[in-house]
Every structure is written in structure tokens, then in C-alpha cells.
């Protein structure tokens, strides 16, 4: 390996120092945690047997102090914009302080580049590997291929940069700075510098100088774990970087000062490439998953930003993107996931580009655009490169709605099959075209894109594994090694010369290789390679130098390989190979959880394979030192089996062993129970323990200290102390155990049942060392759960296992290849198997940190070479460190072929995936002999049952010759009748079987023979069939008709329809005026209608109603009588107005004229064809696709009712046929019957009966019965047993025409039942004479003989009388078929021309159907501008309208003001002094505040003196004389001025202003609109000159389409005498300049002549006529001017006569009442009605109330009368009551009881009715006032003494 010179750089070792201060300080962190640990474990050597460590904690703590550089730089960047970063105030700042950076500045290499970890105080050389030589390429890895010169390439293999030379093929390498890998590399624009994007945690940038190769700028922080893609600018200036996940940090670096100018996130999805724009610095673009995004770096108020633009892909499906190109005027062109292009403009999909055919630009993704000189070229996965024109891809636009448009390479390069580009770099070859391609396959290519005669074609530069190496393996005796992988290549490398040998190529992938053993082959030249099929092949290496050359062979390579063994010992892939330490076993392990064993002398015979408890993942057997040869088996789910030496039986045949599986081998299993947890338990408990020992310790001596210092007090404080100190223990760590278990990656054997084991997932960071418990045949497998007993702590496994061990020679050193990709070396001692001395290591990380594990390792037979083979790839060649120096120039020795091995035959390979294994092709071979056998069995069977089945056959024919007395039915050779009924169920229950079993191909085939109807037989109304004649040979066959087609189902509308002309539209307009009209006059007379229906009443009216109605009526009457007067008036003025309006102008023209002379115009003179170029297409003639269509449909129409018309007739003739041939069937027995009677010389050939032939009835070829479908299976049988095609032609038409004729013969059958129940008579005349012929015969009588002879007269007669009328038929018939025949072909000729004609149609609707989208589009034009000028017509109008309306407005704003002062002046008076003031107070200008309508806010004063030329002649007075100096006050009314017409002037003065104001508005409305209608004036002219403009258009356009149809031919049939065009006597061979006329058009125009000559003699006497009557109509005109003035003077006089002035008769016809004053008049009547209603209506209310006062008067003063009784009663009862106690109340010392009772109840009554006068009298007082307020009356307690008086 070569490496960099070191460059010292003077005065600059400080900055070297600072820049690489970050590194050693992780370094030596890395290095003090890693002495912890260690003490950590010495410590537990001591103290315990067992070995521990506290890997658990190590990694708590490293994981916290990444957690904690994570949240440092996190929140050092979080102020950083994710979409628009600019650069802070502070960081401008800081870099103006920074110094910048020299340009000679160099870092060291040997201090920047990673270096190996060797643990501290372990003499181990750091240069104990050396990297000598590199044979993989990571071809899959995005832009893996760099070019620094036309020979030097550059390319990433794991942590290496490798220069390679492409002449002399050396390596360089430079190491990756992180030891994390490398993420991506790019080259700078002047190929002087070159970046290497590393990974990591916070990878750098570093940038390399060229060719000198020494770091020249260090980018930092620019990514969390590693990038993904560089690139620089195109001037070198500015460097791109976009990094991986999590982050996707996009960063724009000034890389020559090391800074960062912009920052931000690209996306939040995985980003695949950056580029600058080359045309614009400014510009970026991003790729990625799903997404592309433009950037562009753009100055704003707060600094630079970049700012991106997500592309949209809108109804484009998403996709990754790859690679794309940066087109010079800002378009991006990419690729897609499908092949096709995509051009973005302003982040959208401009259009997208596919092939002609919609066929995709690449059958896959394409991974790179370029342009190059020009061309756009693209690189596609398919393996093709084509070159596309740039003008035809930059002007690309959309032509559809599918976006796509379609173009064709300009070239394209195939470069091989099977080949996958990735990417493409060109060479810097002057003249030359070349480029380096990177194919993802694993090859380099040189393509030359010359595209000449002499361009070159594909060379394969390189040729490497692609994907992940899965084997490894180094010959035993030489410095050659093999290697497999997935890609289905075995490869064979002279690691020594650092040069490839040979390759070879298989389908399927290979997953396993070893070397041959040396016992078994002792040359070496054999290997044994396990592929992903199950298949195991083995191969032979050697020198092809050493076989016979042959001729013709022009190169001989180094080494060669061919094919000895395969076999298929597994059907899954296979994992492992082993040979036993003799040679003599090989063991063969899969992923089908097998292990398969081979005897290698017998040529590999298969020995027996055992069944595992999970896949294989390695095999390993016991090395010669152990006592027994045993295979240990490592299982990934956890089981480790160990199988004894199967047993080699002698040569026995083994035909009748069923399978290979080996059952009674005795096999060791360990299943792996987890014990981490236990361990990381133990360390923590003997951690706590040494921590409390030394805190015992300290407490120890403190305590001695108190007591020299303070005696028996300190005993007392110490214990106070001692509490304050103890502290509370966390708990220990939990036992867990995985519920998957973990997967087993490696082991090997230790001691005899002993082995070490290193397992990934949770259990990983150990190496374990366990034992085979004691072989137990009862015991389960899958219960047993099994601890290793001891094990070794692996530093920096935790997540990192050791994937595959292997030790040198001298088993001093064990190599381990880590998940990681790095390299690990422990130094162990020599026989230790225990590795208790496995401590001290070297580490490296070579491969991939991320995906390139480790997959093998394996030392050269003399430990001069390590060699690694990793996932990435990449296959490392390690010089091992020895004392002794390697020889240079020294190289590997291919083994010597075997004599004879260029004959030898090459078995033949296995190359089916799915061949049979050996166990499943024993099984197979097992089967088919069980089967044979079996069938064997049945046919002997079948012909027992065939000997018994013929046995019954004789004894039933014996039965049936026995006399039938002494017959045996056929139940009684029944032996047992359950066995029939057994058959017949089990043979029912079979057909119902075999028809579940047959119901979906039953069903598949129904639904096939629907598709065929539907689509063949469906669509027919009627199939064709022929009619013969009977004695010719004519025939009729009818028309195959389907159904009608879609043209003729219904009339599409018209997508363009036809504009109005403008008359039209005018006529419309006016129609609609007269209609508005009316519906006005209607809405009118309704308010006269509904006010006189609102004067009906249904109550009596009175007097006051009476008088108001006759008031309204005679009021109505007068108003009636002036508007019929007005009415008439108006009338007269308006026959007046039409009179006068129908008076013609001097240039008059009759419109009949006018209309003769435009008809004229159009329909004479010259006008030009359809091809002339000046052709105006009439509005009326003009087609399009719809009105096409319905033409064709009318044509359909009309021929399928005339083919359906002729059908029936002929259908018709066929039914006529079968009645003929009916009745001549019934003629024919009739005539046979007959001829029985008759001697045979008197007999007369009878005719023929003819046939309905199968053509004539076609509808039977779709019957079918079981004959016909046996017949066709029997046909089907023979074509399948190979039958000669004329046996089958003679079957089938046997068949076939049985078929037709058992199926005629049944119809036969069916039609002659008819004609012989009409034949009865005769056939029962027959039977009579069959019946006289039974008796003897006799000889006749005379009058027998007599009756004989008359009836063989009778029957002579009637026989020629059949056989005439059967004659007569067919003729009859016949004549119907020639005559029916006759027509048919007159409209066959018809249907010839219709169909011609139909495809004139059709090609004319297609042609229409071509011009109709842009006909539609410029008759939507032409509608639309057409709708714009109607609607600014409309707009026109309404200003117009709304300006008349608002002069009339002002108008009368001008009279009110006239009024105004007109009535001003009459309230003066004549001779009123102080007019002039008031005038002038009234004429006064002052200044109003106006207010807002909406706002309310105050204006700016207005001064209200604004002038008019349409002011009144009082306006101008006041003019003049406000321009007197006169000042006057009018605030203050003059003395002795009338202080009411002061008020008034001030009034009338505001009702000026507010009119002068309504009239200023007013004015301004009308000059607003004016100045609309100037604008809608001028857009009308601007809409008009559009229309006509679209309107030519389209005229141009019809008459495009018009040409475009005149082109079309059309079909013409014409005769000979048809043709009038003769030259010479002979018809022309060029007929392009005549013209085709009809007859009856051709008379026509001669007719037209002679009426053209007629019609020109009637209008020259019409002209003649017409002069003499406008003469006598002038003399007429004269006389009648005389009569008017003569009529007018005397109306004149008579005026004067009668008024004494001229007056206006039409104000005196229409002088009428005062229309307001009568109104007034009858208010004020019907308000006097109404008001003495009211009166009347309070008087009566008054008198009810004095009725109502006199009533309560009465009613109280009734009571006041009974109050008087009741005081006299009381006034009695008193005098009473003393009496009787006078009286008393010496006898009774007491009062009693009752008196006592009686007093209080008396005393009560007295209260109340004291109560009650009180209240009488408040109420009488009440009443004596005038609405007072009448209170109810008390009520009484005691309802039933006292009641409450109503009132």
C-alpha cells in the first residue's frame, strides 16, 4: 500500500496541534474509560475464579457523554433556519476577528488520519496489518466513481479512498479521518483538489490537494452523522454538502476559509444529490426520495438566505428522483422511477417526455442526466445510454391533457446484457468521446458516444462482486483465494500479484465456499461452492497453460475453472461446508434445517443427513487432537448440536431404503439460555461490596482518628456521624432473559465437548464458553435450557459482535471480523483453549462502518496475508506484521491441470431452481415404485372382473334362450340387493363429486361460450342463409345483418353552435320590447282595475257615503273625459307619426326590390366552387362532426331497414319452400298409394321430393343433442391420439353430416306428420286395398271388371293430375326466387353505392372530427366576443337610458327653480319697497356644510355660487346683481318689511340651495356618464374589430375544412353514355376538370334560360308601368299641397273669429278639472265623515255612562234607605235590651251561658254592620265625584249571616 508523503510545514505546527486537539482528546477519553474497565476487571480476577467486567456501565456513560455532545451541538445550531438560514450579527463578527487561513496552508496526514487502537501496555505493533491491495468495489454506492486524470479514478472502499491508475493498475489509499467511513467524494471543477465527505459523529469535510495528496481545508459541523453528497460550483469557489439521516443538512461552504456561509435542511426525507447550477452560481438543486427542490441563494433585508422550492408534482404520480440536469435558462430536466423525463419550470411539471408509442425513454429508472456539447445524454438502468436533442427537450410543451409528449433519440448505446448504470464521468481525451461508466451490477466500463464508423465498442475495464460477499476462502497451499456471492459469480483472485484470475457465472447466487481438502485433492485445485437453490457444486482450478492448445485459440488466460460435481443435497440455501479432518466426510448444512453428509472417496455418495432445531449457520469439526471426530453445528435460534462420525455402510444396494434421514445418530444439543443479565447482576453486587470494604476501611480510620483527637468524646460523635452518612442502596439490576432468543453468529471448538460461542441481540459483548451436557435419547430438545460456564468480556461489543473467528497456524493470534466492518486481532498464548490471557487487542475499522459486516476472514497458509471479505463488497488483501520481509514481485501458483482434463466430460449442471433434492428424488423414486406397483395390482384386478363379467354375460344369454316359464328374472341374479344399492349410491354420490369437481371449468366455459355469443352472435339480427331454387340452379341468400350502429341509436349535439346574425338578434331584441311593452300596459291597467274592485262594499251605505262616491264618481268622469281627449290626441299624433313615418324618402326602394335584387345577387352570375380559394361557405351549409354523424346515422337507418325488409321477403320465400316441399310430400304418397293400385307399365316416374338443405337453415347448427356431443369427444379423442388428418377430415364429416342429417330427418319427420293426416283418405283407400288382397283371389265378375277399369281410369288420371301439380309448384316456386332474386340484386347495386357512399361519410367525420376541437374553440371565441359586444350594447343602452332619465331630472330641477322664484315674485306683490332686498336675500350665495352618506364625515366646505350655461334667466340676474357693493345684513328682517315674507324669502332661499346642490349632483352623474359611455363606446369598437377578426378566422378555418373534404374522393358510378366529355371522339384520360351533373339538374338550368328571357321581357314592361304612375303621382302630390294651404287659412280665420287669437285646440280639448283640488275636496269631505262618526260615537258613549251614574244614584240611595231602617231597628233592640237587664238582673246573680253567646254574637254584629255603614258612606262620597273609583264591599266573615251585596 502506498500512502501520502509527510510535508512538514515551517511556523505552522501550532495550528496543526489545535486541529487535531479534538481528536486525541476523544482518543484518550476513549482510552480512559477503556483502563477503568480493565482495572474494573483485574479486580474481579483477583477476587473471584470467574471473569468479569462492567461493560453495562461503560456504556451508560459513553452513551451520556454523546447525549450530551448531541444536546451541545443541537442547541449551538438550533437557532439555524430549516427553511432560510442567514448568517447572525455575531458570527459576522466572529469571522471578521478569525484570521483567514493561509493559502499555502497544509495539515499533516499521518497526524489527521485515523490509526488502529491498540490497547495500552500490550506491545502490540500498530502496524500489525497492513492493507496491501483492494479487489471490490462498492458499486451500488451513489456516485462512486471520480476521475482526477484520463488514468487516475478515484472510489470509496469502506474507510479507504482509492486512486487507482488505469495503466499500470497501483493503488493508493487514504484512510478516512473519523474511522467511521466515508460518506461521499467529489473532485473540484480545475481537478486540483478533491473532497472526501467522511461519517461519524460530526464527520468532517476534508479537502485533498492534487496530485501532491496532502489535506489542504478541514469543513466542520456541517452534518450529525455522515453525508451523503458533495459538489462544487462551477468556478470551484463554493462547495455543496448534503447530509444523511437524521438531518439532511444542506450547507453551503466558502471551503478555502473554512466556513459556512448558509445553512439549512433540504428535506425530511433521505436526500440523494446537490448540484449548482452552472449557469447560475445562485441556484441549487436537491433530489431525493419523493421529491425535488429548487434553491436559490437570495440577498434580503436580514442577510443571505437560501430559499427552496418544493417541486409539485400534481396529477404526475411521486417518484425518486435520481438524476436530473440544470438546463441554462433555469429548467430542471429529470428522471423517474418508470423511464420517462420530467421538464420543471417554477417548481411545476412542465411537461413529461416518453418515446414515441407512449413507450417509456428507459425500461427503468434513470439514475444520471447530463449535457454535454449540446446533447442531453441519460443514463438508465436498463443499461442504455441515448443522446436526445437539447433544442427539441427545452422547448417541449404540453399538446394534451396527458402531459406526455412524445420524441425519439437522437443515439443510443446498449452496452451489454444484464449490465445496471449508475453513473457516468467523461475523460479529458482530446478528439476522443469517452466516458467511464459505473455499473451497479459490478463492473467499470469505457464506452466511447462517438456515434461514428469507427466508434469503439463497450470495454469492460473491471469486473467485481456486486452486493454483499457472502463466502470466502484461501487455497491451502498457495496464495490464491475464492470468493461467492449473491450475484451468482465465483471468482477466483491471486491476492499475492494483486491480480484476478478467473470468473464464473451461474444462476443462481452462491452462500457458502471452502477449499477442497488437501487429503482429497493434494494439488489444492478444488472447490466446493453451496449456492441459494440448494445445489452444491464443485469446482477445479487450473493452469490452462499446461493442457493441448488447440488451434484457434487466440488468448490463454492465467487460470481457468470447470464444473466436476453437483449435486442438490437441500432445497434451501446452503450455509456451511466442512470436510472431516481426514477428507473423507464432507457435511453440508442449510437454511432447511439439515445437515447433509457425503462419502468423498465413492464420488461423493450420499452417506444420510439429520434434521436441526433451526437453520445452520456454521459447521466446524473436532480437530485431530480430540479423541473423536465429531461436527459441531451451530443453529442461529440458539442450538448448538454436536453429531458423532456417521457410519459408512458397505456397498450394499439401497433400493429398497425410503429415505436418507439418519435416525439413530446420537447427537449432543446445548441450547443457549441467556445469562447477561446474571453477569451484569454479579458485577454490580462485587461492586457494591469493594465500595462498602473501602468505606469500612475509612470509617476504620476515622474512628481511630477521633480517638487520638478527643478521646471518649469522639466514641460519642462518631455514631452521630456514622448516621448522617449512611445512605440508601438502589436496587440491583433485574435478571431478564430475551424473549426471542438471541441469534448465534460464530463459535469454535475449545476441548472435546467444549466450545465458545459469540451470539448477537441482547447477549452480545461476551464471548461465551460452554459445555455439552451428557447425551439423553428420553430428554426434549426445546425444554432444555442450557448456561455456559464461563465466558470473556469483549470492550466495545456491546453493539458491535464479533461476526466470524478464525485463528492463525499457530493458533497464537485469533482474527475476528466485527458487525462493524473493522478488524480485531487478540494475541493470545499458545495451548490456552480456556483464552484466559485474552485481554490485550488491535482494532481497525476497515469495511464499511455502516452496511459492511464482516461476512469471512481467513489467513494465507503461511500467515503471511489476511484477507477480509465484507457486505460492502470489498474484498481487503492485509500484509500480516512479520519479521520477515514479503518478497517482492511474488505471486501465486496456479495448480497444474490433470492429463486428460480438456476431454473430460463436463457433467451436466443443475440449473432448474426447482429439481428435486437427493432425499426428495429418493422420496420421489420411492413413490412412483409404490405407485407402479399399485397399478400393477389394479390391472390384474380389473382382469379378474373382466373373465367374471363375460362368466355372467353367457349365463344371461343361456337364461334368455330357456323357455320364459323357467327364466330367472334379473333380481334373482341379485346375491345380495344392498350390494346393487351400495353401487348405485356410491355411484351417484361420484357424479355428484365429479360435477362439484367439474363446476368451475362447467362454469369457465359457459362464461366463454357467453363471450363468444356476446361478442360474435349477439350483435346479429339476422345470420345469412341461402334459398335454392328447386329445378335450377339459382339461389337467394339473404344480407348478414347486425344491429344498427351507434351513429344511428340518437343525434349528438352540437358542440359549436351557430351565432344569431346580428337581423336575428335584432328582430329578437324588438319582439322583446313589444312584449316588455305589453306586460307594462297589462302591469298598468291592473292598479285601475284593483282600486275600482276596492270600492265594492256588501253593508248599506249611507247618506255621507253616497255624497263622497258621487263626488269620486264625477271627479272620475272629468278625469276620464281629459285622458280620452288625450287619449285621442295622442292617437292622432301618433297615425300622424305613422303616416309620416311610412311616407317613403327620396331614395326610397321598394323592399320587394330590394329583396329581388339580393336574391338576384345570389342566385346569379359566376359564382365559385367549392375549390376556389375565395369560396365562402353560406352559414347553412356549414357541417361539422355532429350533423356528419346523423347523416351517417340516417344512412344506417335507411340500409338496414331495406336489408331488413329484404331479409323478411326472403325469409318469407323460405317458409314457402317448406310449405312446398310439405304439400309435394303429401302429393308424393298420395301418388305412391295410387301407383300400388296400378300395374307398373302404367306407372310414371315420380318426381323427386326436394330437400332443405343445411344453408338454408342455419339456425340448427347451433342444436345439439348427446349423439353430437359424443360424437365431437370421440373426434377430440382421435385428434389426440394422433389420428391421420384424412381419417379426421372423414370422421368429422361423417359425424357432421349425420349430425345434419338425423337432425333434417327429425325435422322430416315433424313436417310430414301434417301431410300425413292430410293424406288419410288415401292411405286409408290403401289399407283397404291390402286388406281384399289377404283373401284368396278369385276371378272377377263383369262388373267387378267394369268397377277395375273405371278405377284405374280414375286412378291413371289422378296420377298425372299429382305429378302435374307437383310440377306446377316448384315451378311456381321457382319464379317467386327468380323474381324476388331480380330485386335483390337491383338492391345489392343500391347497397354497393350506400356503402360506398357510407365510407365517403365516415372518412369525411373523421376528417371533422380532426377540425371540430379548434372549430369548437374558435366558435367559442367568436360566441363569447359576440355575448361581450351584446352585453357592452346592453350597458350602452341602459347609460343612454339612465342619461335621458337624469336630463330630464335636471330639467325639472330647472323648472322648480323657475317656479321657485316665479312664486316668489307673485308673494311680493306689485310696488313692494322692499323687493330688491328680499330678492337679494332670496338670490344670496352662502356657503353649506354637506354630509357624508356613509361615513358621516365633514367635507370641505363647497361654496354653492357654481354657474351653468342652462341657469335660468333669474340665475343671471342674480349674477349681476350679487356683483353690487351693496352689504346688507339678512339676518335681521328691515323695519316695517313684512316679517312673514322675510320668513318666506329665507325658505324659498334653502329650497334654492338644495336644488342648485341636486342639480350640481345631477350634472356630475351625467358627466360620469358620458365619460362611460365614451369608454364602453370605445371597448365596443375594440370587441367589434375582435369579433370580426374571429370571425375570419373562422371563416378561414371553415374553409380549410372545406378544402380538406374537397380533397376526399368520392365514388361516382357512371355508364359509358352517362359521359359527354369527348375529345376527338374519345373519352379523355384525364377526367380532373369535368363536373358530374344529374339529369334533372341539367334540365333544370336549360329550363332556366328560356324563364330568365321571359322574366327580362315582363320587367322591362314593369319598368314602363311604374314611370307613367310616378308622374301621375307627382301631379297628385301637387293638387293636394293646394287643398292643405286653402284648409289651414280658413282654420286660421275661424280662430280669430271665435277666440280672437290662435289657439292650442289640443290644450282645450284636454283642459279638465283640477285634479289636486278635487282630490283636497273629497279628503276633506270623507275627514268630515269620518270625524262626526266620532262625535257621534263619544255621544253615545256619554250617555251610556250618565245611564250607568243614574242607575248606581238609585241602587245606593236604595241603600242609604235600608241603613236607615236597620239604625231604627238597632235603636229598638237597644232600648230592649236595657229593659230586659233592668228588668233581670236582680234575679240572676250571673249571666248564663248563652247570654254570654249572645251578647258576642250581637256585639260582632254590630261591628260589622258599623264596618259597613263606614264603607256605604266612603262609597257614597266616592260616587258623588265624577269617575271615582267604586271598591268592592267588604265581605263578612260568617258567609251564611252576611252575603256580599252586588253591584
Known sequence: MKEPDNHDMN??????????????????????????????????????????????????????????????????????????????????????????????????????????????????????????????????????????????????????????????????????????????????????????????????????????????????????????YVDFNYSGTLLASVGGSPDYTLTIWNWKDEQIVLRTKAFSQEVFKVTFNPEDEEQLTTSGSGHIKFWEMALTFTGLKLQGSLGRFGKTATTDIEGYIELPDGKVLSGTEWGNLLLWEASLIKVELCRTGRKSCHQGPINQIMLDEGEVITVG????????????????????????????????????????????????????????????????????????????????????????????????????????????????????????????KFKQGGTALTWVHQLVNIMGAEIIVGFEDGVVRILELYDPKGTTVFAGRKKILDADIQLKHVFKPHTAPVTALAYECDGEILATASKDQTVFFFEVEKNYKPIGYINTPGPVCQLMWSPSSHPESTLLIFCENGYVLEAPLPIIKEEVEDHDVVSYEIKDMCIKCFHFSSVKSKILRFIEIEKRK???????????????????????????IFPEQEEEEAEEEEPLPEIFIPSTPCHILCGFYSEPRKFWASLGGYDSGFLYHCEFPPYDKNSDIREQKDEPFDFRFLEDTEDNPIQTITFSINQIMMFCGMNNGAIRVYVLNK????????????????????????????????????????????????????????????????????????????????????????????????????????????????????????????????????????????????????????????TTYKIRRVEKELAWEKE?????????????RDSLESDTFVVYAIQSDHKISSYRLVKPSKYAKGKRTSQSERRMSKFERLEKEGAGRRDSQRDTGISISIPEESIIEKGKTFRPKTLSEIMVENQIEKTRKLILKAEKAQQKIQQRKKEWEELYKSKPADDFED?????????????????????????????????????????????????????????????????????????????????????????????????????????????????????????????????????????????????????????????????????????????????????????????????????????????????????????????????????????????DTKMKLSDLHHLTLFQEMLLLKNFEKQENILQERVNSLDKEEQDMQWKINETLTEMEEKKNEVNKLQDQEKALYAGFQTALGENNKFANFLIKVLKKKIKRVKKKEVEGDVDEDEDSDESSDDESSLESDEDESGSEDEVFDDSICPTNCDPALFELALQLREKRLDIEESLVEEKKIIDNLKKEYDILSKKVKVVATNLNAAEEDLEAYQREKQQQLNELLVVMPLKLHQIEYVAFGEIPTDLSGTLVFSNQFLGRLQERILQLQEENVQQQKLNKECRERRKQLVREKREMAKTIQKMEETVRQLMISKFGRVIDLEALQTLSVNTTLEELKIKKLRKELLNAKEMKMWEDKIAQVRWELMMKTKEHTKKLHQMNDLCIEKKKLDSQLNTLQNQQGNAFQGLRKADIVAKQKVTELIEVQAERILALKEEIALLRKKGGLVLPPIRSPQGDEMRPVDL
Open 1004 to 1016: 369457465k366455459h359457459h362464461l366463454g361460450l357467453m363471450k363468444l355469443q356476446s361478442r360474435f
Open 831 to 986: 495451548n490456552d483453549p480456556s483464552l484466559t490471557d485474552m485481554v490485550h487487542y488491535w482494532h481497525f475499522s476497515m469495511h464499511d462502518n455502516d452496511y459492511g459486516c464482516i461476512k469471512s476472514i481467513s489467513t494465507s497458509f503461511d500467515d503471511r496475508f489476511l484477507v477480509t471479505a465484507g457486505a460492502d463488497s470489498n474484498i481487503f488483501v492485509f500484509s500480516l506484521f512479520s519479521e520477515l520481509e514479503l518478497e517482492k514481485d511474488i505471486k501465486a501458483k496456479v495448480p497444474t491441470p490433470r492429463f486428460g482434463i480438456e476431454t473430460e466430460i463436463i457433467p451436466e449442471d443443475i440449473e432448474d431452481p426447482k429439481a428435486y433434492s437427493i432425499e426428495n428424488a429418493r422420496r420421489k423414486r420411492e413413490h412412483d415404485k409404490l405407485m407402479k406397483e399399485v397399478e400393477e395390482i389394479k390391472a390384474g384386478k380389473r382382469e379378474q372382473l373382466k373373465v367374471l363379467r363375460n362368466e355372467f354375460w353367457k349365463l344371461l344369454k343361456m337364461n334368455e334362450e330357456l323357455p320364459k316359464h323357467m327364466q330367472f328374472t334379473r333380481e334373482d341374479f341379485d346375491i345380495d340387493s344392498k350390494i346393487r344399492a351400495e353401487i348405485n349410491r356410491k
Open 690 to 716: 469493594k465500595r462498602k470494604e473501602l468505606k469500612e476501611q475509612e470509617r476504620e480510620e476515622r474512628r481511630k482518628q477521633l480517638l487520638e483527637e478527643m478521646g471518649e468524646d469522639g466514641e460519642k
Open 11 to 228: 511556523g505552522e505546527k501550532s495550528d496543526k496541534s489545535k486541529s487535531t486537539s479534538g481528536r486525541q482528546s476523544q482518543k484518550s477519553s476513549k482510552s480512559g474509560s477503556k483502563s477503568t474497565t480493565k482495572e474494573d476487571y483485574k479486580f474481579l480476577e483477583d477476587t473471584t475464579e470467574e471473569t468479569f467486567t462492567e461493560g453495562e456501565d461503560l456504556y451508560s456513560e459513553e452513551e451520556g457523554s454523546y447525549a450530551e455532545h448531541l444536546e451541545g451541538s443541537s442547541s449551538s445550531t438550533q437557532d439555524d433556519n430549516l427553511e432560510s438560514t442567514g448568517e447572525t450579527p455575531v458570527e459576522e463578527a466572529t469571522k471578521k476577528l478569525k484570521k483567514k487561513i493561509s493559502e499555502n496552508y497544509f495539515y499533516d496526514y499521518h497526524e489527521l488520519v485515523s490509526m488502529p487502537y491498540v490497547t495500552p501496555d500490550s506491545r502490540i505493533p500498530l502496524d500489525l496489518l497492513m492493507l496491501v491491495h483492494s479487489f471490490g468495489y462498492d458499486c451500488r454506492k451513489r456516485a462512486n466513481l471520480q476521475l482526477l486524470e484520463n488514468n487516475t479514478m478515484m472510489y470509496i472502499a469502506g474507510n479507504q479512498l482509492v486512486l487507482l491508475d488505469l495503466k499500470t493498475k497501483e493503488e493508493i489509499f487514504l484512510r478516512s479521518s473519523s474511522g467511521g467511513g466515508i460518506g461521499a467524494i467529489g473532485v473540484h471543477p480545475n481537478k486540483t483538489y478533491f473532497t472526501v465527505a467522511e461519517k461519524g459523529y460530526f464527520p468532517n469535510i476534508i479537502i485533498y490537494e492534487y496530485p501532491s495528496l496532502r489535506p489542504y481545508r478541514i469543513l466542520r459541523e456541517g452534518t450529525e452523522i455522515g453525508y451523503a
Open 1151 to 1387: 323592399p320587394k326590390d330590394v329583396q329581388a335584387i339580393k336574391e338576384a345577387q345570389l342566385h346569379m352570375g359566376d359564382f365559385n366552387l367549392k375549390t376556389a380559394t375565395d369560396y365562402k361557405i353560406p352559414e347553412h351549409m356549414r357541417i361539422n362532426a355532429a350533423k356528419k354523424e346523423e347523416e351517417l346515422g340516417t344512412l344506417d337507418t335507411m340500409v338496414h331497414g331495406k336489408k331488413m325488409h329484404m331479409n323478411k321477403c326472403i325469409l318469407a320465400l323460405r317458409d314457402l319452400k317448406v310449405a312446398v316441399i310439405e304439400e309435394i310430400q303429401c302429393l308424393v304418397q298420395e301418388l305412391k298409394n295410387i301407383q300400388s293400385t296400378l300395374h307398373k307399365s302404367k306407372h310414371i316416374p315420380i318426381p323427386q321430393v326436394p330437400q332443405i338443405l343445411p344453408e338454408e337453415d342455419p339456425e340448427k347448427r347451433f342444436h345439439y343433442d348427446e349423439e353430437t356431443l359424443l360424437a365431437f369427444k370421440r373426434r377430440e379423442m382421435k385428434r389426440q391420439d394422433g389420428k391421420s388428418p384424412t381419417m379426421d377430415q372423414t370422421g368429422y364429416g361423417t359425424t357432421g353430416g349425420g349430425f345434419l342429417i338425423s337432425s333434417h330427418r327429425r325435422d322430416g319427420d315433424l313436417m310430414t306428420r301434417d301431410s300425413v293426416s292430410r293424406s288419410s283418405k288415401a292411405s286409408t283407400y290403401s289399407l283397404d286395398i291390402q286388406k281384399l288382397t289377404e283373401f284368396e283371389k278369385a276371378e272377377p265378375t263383369d262388373v267387378e271388371l267394369e268397377i277395375m277399369k273405371r278405377d284405374e281410369i280414375k286412378h291413371s288420371y289422378m296420377q298425372q293430375y299429382l305429378t302435374n301439380r307437383i310440377k306446377e309448384l316448384i315451378v311456381t316456386f321457382d319464379a317467386e326466387l327468380h323474381l324476388l332474386r331480380h330485386q335483390k340484386l337491383k338492391l
Open 381 to 504: 438502468s436498463d443499461g442504455c445510454v441515448r443522446i436526445w436533442d437539447f433544442e427539441t427537450i427545452d422547448t417541449a410543451d404540453v399538446i394534451d391533457e396527458t402531459g406526455l409528449l412524445e420524441i425519439e433519440p437522437i443515439n443510443e448505446l446498449q452496452v451489454d446484457k444484464n449490465v445496471r448504470l449508475f453513473s457516468m464521468i467523461k475523460m479529458d481525451e482530446h478528439g476522443n468521446n469517452f466516458w467511464l461508466a459505473q455499473d451497479a451490477n459490478g463492473a467499470i466500463w469505457k464506452l466511447d458516444l462517438s456515434f461514428s464508423n469507427i466508434t469503439q465498442d463497450p470495454e469492460c475495464l473491471f469486473s467485481f462482486h456486486s452486493g454483499a460477499i457472502q463466502a470466502l476462502a484461501v487455497s491451502p497451499l498457495t496464495y490464491i483465494m475464492a470468493t461467492t456471492a449473491l450475484d451468482g459469480s465465483v471468482r477466483i483472485y491471486d491476492f499475492a500479484s494483486k491480480t484476478p484470475l478467473v470468473q464464473m
